[in-house]
């Protein structure tokens, strides 16, 4: 029997594939294997978004091939956005590589492997596929694809050029997947794609989000539902109401709105600004949610003033969650050749300044949950303290729920919990049985 491992880089989309992959590895025998060094393949689904992602990938496809020094039978394939962008250069220039694969679907990855075939890609992306197994992650929130690509023209970025127009899978075939996971104990499912918010527009003609997340509401269960990826342009208020009005559906926004200031959201290409995305916020915030956005520092052409603009409006506004990074210069993009590049230097104190500004507002928003009672999901224990998390966070990006329980608790089960103490980022608590004032995500 063979034995296979995979690394995961990149984004959720990515472990989302990956789950297919192995659990279709695992249909045909496969078994999965922690060890890298114990195993006979090694898949590394690479990231080739940003600078910062694409030697991160490259570095780490050398760490796993100098495994083969002493591992003579192991073979080692490098697939995912990085190959599909640069799937000549890398097949020239790391000939060591056993196997290189585009942006294909986990059963064509598979097939060809069967096959023999170790080098494949497609005429065009394989980003979308009908989900024929998958496994189980070993947390309890699951990441779902509901699809990927985008058709939009911001000028910092590459993805379209090797993920293709944006392509969205059934309503039909979502819902198996979910109902799967959610018998089988998963507790948050996560939508992803790289934009939620056109879901269905290529095979309904519309966007059909709120249609879906009407569908996956009525599945049998208790369990979360959070929805990742809503861009600005094209958010609109049947979009916000589904989200409000779905019980399963957590009050939760994210929206990489990027900036602020109309200059720099004219030269990024954006169609919303500022009034309009302003506009947008206020309905979300008719009803009790967090907003969670992405904020992009130095820009081509971001002056002190648009900075100080931003500064502003991210104290005005007080999103629950934010997180940001640095403009990084891409190939083939119109932002590469963009004049008023700004030093890096500043790029790293904009970025500092703004952090800090958002560790103080988010503890006084945390502040205002102390007293109060949250459901939360258990997740795991560590060092004698529970992990879990509320509607406000997100795995990975937001923050923690800690609690002191003597007691065993069953992590995977919701609980509600008083909270004791906020800080910058998390909170704790204290498990509560009675709840008379449980704020929850609905």
């Not at 009803?287 to 130095?298: C, D, K, Q, Y």
């Not at 007080?318 to 590469?336: C, I, M, N, Q």
């Amino acid at each position: 029997m063979k034995k296979f491992h995979i690394v995961r880089l990149g984004c959720p989309k990515n472990d989302a594939d990956m789950d297919n992959l192995q659990g279709l590895l695992e249909s045909k025998g496969y078994l999965y294997e922690k060890k890298p060094e114990d195993s006979d393949l090694i898949f590394i689904d690479t990231c080739g978004f940003i600078e910062e992602a694409k030697r991160e990938s490259i570095e780490t496809i050398f760490e796993y091939i100098s495994l083969k020094e002493n591992h003579k039978n192991l073979r080692v394939i490098a697939l995912g956005c990085l190959t599909e962008r640069y799937y000549n250069e890398i097949k020239e220039e790391i000939p060591e590589l056993d196997g290189i694969f585009g942006v294909i679907s986990p059963k064509t990855v598979v097939d060809n492997v069967e096959r023999g075939l170790l080098f494949f890609k497609s005429n065009e992306p394989e980003t979308i596929y009908k989900c024929e197994s998958r496994s189980f992650p070993d947390s309890y929130y699951a990441y779902v694809k509901i699809g990927d690509g985008c058709s939009r023209n911001c000028t910092f970025c590459s993805i379209p050029s090797f993920k293709g127009k944006p392509k969205s899978r059934e309503i039909e075939d979502i819902k198996n997947e979910v109902n799967f996971l959610v018998k089988n104990g998963v507790k948050e499912v996560i939508l992803v794609s790289q934009d939620n918010s056109l879901y269905g527009v290529d095979i309904y003609k519309n966007q059909a989000l709120p249609k879906l997340l009407d569908t996956l509401n009525k599945i049998d269960g208790d369990f979360w539902i959070r929805v990742m990826y809503l861009h600005p342009d094209f958010i609109t208020q049947e979009i916000i109401d589904s989200i409000h009005h779905n019980e399963k559906v957590l009050n939760y926004f994210d929206i990489p709105i990027q900036h602020i200031s109309n200059n720099i959201l004219n030269s990024m290409g954006r169609l919303k600004k500022k009034t309009e995305i302003i506009k947008i916020i206020e309905r979300i915030r008719k009803e009790p949610s967090a907003i969670r956005t992405t904020l992009m520092l130095g820009f081509p052409g971001e002056t002190s003033k648009d900075f100080e603009e931003l500064m502003e409006f991210v104290k005005e506004v007080k999103f629950e969650r934010l997180g940001s990074f640095r403009y990084s210069k891409e190939d083939g993009t119109k932002a590469f050749k963009m004049i008023d590049q700004v030093p890096e230097k500043i790029k790293i104190n904009r970025q500092k300044e703004l952090m800090e500004l958002q560790s103080k507002i988010s503890k006084e928003i945390l502040e205002s949950y102390v007293g109060k009672i949250m459901k939360v999901l258990l997740e795991e224990k560590e060092n004698g303290v529970y992990l879990a998390r509320s509607y406000l966070d997100a795995p990975e990006i937001d923050g923690n729920v800690f609690l002191k329980e003597d007691e065993d608790l069953k992590v995977g089960e919701f609980a509600n919990v008083l909270i004791s103490r906020a800080y910058e980022y998390d909170l704790e608590g204290e498990l509560k049985d009675e709840c008379p004032k449980l704020i929850e995500s609905k």
